[in-house]
Structures are given as structure tokens and as C-alpha cells.
């Protein structure tokens, strides 16, 4: 079982449409949860961050940490064509040293006009 | 944007041959790392550093060396390329260790002939 497990997609939606994201992982030992947002021919760059459990709002973007099911979202209300990326979950563990991020494959997301 | 800048962002060689790719950062982070992302693997962790001169190796070392004699600077060198080495490499780096918040560059695509 790897790791860290993500949909690949593509995942199309209309302009608009409310989405939602996911990774499921199997480390109990993760603490801190990512997602990065990444264009095409372009570096991840960091889009969500969330400690422990619970939920995050950043704008149209909600983070969802679910420790007990070890299951983690990603949910964009009012999708843009502008969200077309692909998106990466990551985690990593507390004090587990300097090389600590495990990544997803990622998601493709296409928000069609 | 961070301030990352990878160098070469495009490189066309052939097997056999050494290629030095260069991560350079205005930021004066401590934490480097070098990532190489292919279809269907995702990102992947090659080496990071924690300091000037403090190199350790990560998941997918073989085949790969890396220095860092300035605070700015990360080398990745590939000693004798091979084809299974071409792929996007991308140089990350964080003020902090554990938590896991990278700022990305924008890669180098490396094609291994």
C-alpha cells in the first residue's frame, strides 16, 4: 500500500461547480497537510496548510483533515477556469527530520467556461 | 515568488555525459532540497541539504551527487547521465524543517538521449 494515495483524473467540471479533492494515507504518524496547486510547466507552489485535524477556509478554498478516517480534501467552491491545475496533497510527520514530505501523484482538475 | 532560480530550465544531452543543474536562492533559507517529478511517480525526493556543506540523501539518491558551498547555492550533478535520468528537477527550499512548507522553483527539464 502506498503511502499516500490520490486520484489522478482528469477531473472536468463546468464553471462554477463546487469540487472537492481527496487523499487517503496510511501513516498515522502524520501531522501536517498540504495541498499545492501546480500549472502546467510551472513549480508546485503552496495553496492550503492545516495541523492535526479540522477544516481551514482561505477564500473559495477549504482544507478537510479527517485523522480518524485518515482522509484528507481539498474542496474549491465557485471553480474558475483559472483552477485548471494539477493538485498535489502532501504530509509529514513531527519531528521527523529534514527530509519529511510525502506527496500524492496528483489530481488533474479542468474547470471548462 | 520565492526567490529560486533553477539553471539550466532546459537541457538536452546524451547518456554518458555529466550535467550539473544549478538552484540558486535569494531568500537565505537553510533548507534546500532537489525533486525530480515524473509521470506516474509524482515528486520525489533526490537530496536536500540543512546547511552549507550539509548534504543528505533522499529516496531516489543512486546516480546522484549534490554540494552546497553557499548558503544560496545547491548543486545537482548527474556524474554519467542515463536515460532513466531524464525527467523535471525541481529545487525547493524552507526556512523551516518538519513542517513541510516548500517554495518550489520552476524546474528543469532534463532530456537524457
Known amino acids: 500500500q502506498k503511502e499516500v494515495e490520490q486520484d489522478p483524473g482528469p477531473l472536468s467540471v463546468p464553471e462554477g461547480a463546487i469540487v472537492s479533492l481527496n487523499c487517503t494515507y496510511s501513516n498515522s504518524a502524520f501531522q501536517y497537510f498540504m495541498w499545492y496547486r501546480q500549472y502546467s510547466r510551472k513549480g508546485p507552489e503552496l495553496l492550503m496548510y492545516t495541523y492535526s485535524s479540522g477544516n481551514k477556509e482561505d477564500g473559495r478554498f477549504t482544507a478537510q483533515v479527517d485523522k480518524s478516517s485518515k482522509y484528507i480534501s481539498l474542496f474549491i467552491r465557485d471553480s474558475q477556469p483559472s483552477d485548471s491545475a494539477t493538485y498535489l496533497c502532501a504530509m509529514s510527520a513531527a519531528n521527523s527530520g529534514y527530509s519529511t514530505l510525502t506527496f500524492g501523484k496528483g489530481t488533474m482538475l479542468l474547470v471548462s467556461p | 515568488d520565492a526567490g529560486i532560480t533553477q539553471s539550466p530550465r532546459h537541457k538536452v544531452t546524451e547518456t554518458g555525459t555529466p550535467v550539473t543543474l544549478r538552484c540558486h536562492q535569494t531568500e537565505n533559507h537553510r533548507y534546500m532540497y532537489w525533486y525530480r517529478q515524473d509521470p506516474g511517480h509524482g515528486l520525489r525526493l533526490i537530496h536536500y541539504s540543512y546547511g552549507v556543506k550539509d548534504t543528505d540523501k533522499g529516496e531516489v539518491s543512486d546516480g546522484y551527487s549534490v554540494s552546497r558551498s553557499k548558503t544560496e547555492d545547491f548543486l545537482l550533478t548527474l556524474e554519467s547521465a542515463t536515460s532513466s535520468q531524464t525527467s523535471v528537477y525541481f529545487c525547493?527550499?524552507?526556512?523551516?524543517?518538519?513542517?513541510?512548507?516548500?517554495?518550489f522553483g520552476e524546474g528543469s527539464r532534463l532530456t537524457v538521449l
Open positions: 525547493a527550499i524552507t526556512p523551516t524543517q518538519n513542517t513541510g512548507e516548500l517554495f
